[in-house]
């Protein structure tokens, strides 16, 4: 049962880092400079979690 939340998890995080990159081009056509590198630091960041999840949780398969 932990295997699958940990992969439900990892699949959830890393989508929503794609969606802070996605933000981060909204700010990028509003010339909000500072605004974007906020959110690429943000989505590096739970992309990163996302990630780490996902190997937790192919650990947790064997």
Do not use: K, P, Q
Not at 7 to 27: K, P, R, T, W
Not at 36 to 59: F, H, K, S, W
């Amino acid at each position: 049962m932990r295997r699958y939340f940990f992969e439900v998890l990892s699949l959830v995080l890393i989508l929503g880092g794609l969606g802070f990159f996605i933000e981060c081009v909204s700010y990028l056509a509003r010339h909000d400079y500072v605004a974007a590198i906020l959110l690429v630091g943000v989505g590096i960041a739970v992309t990163n979690v996302g990630t780490e999840l996902a190997r937790l949780a192919l650990v947790e398969r064997d």
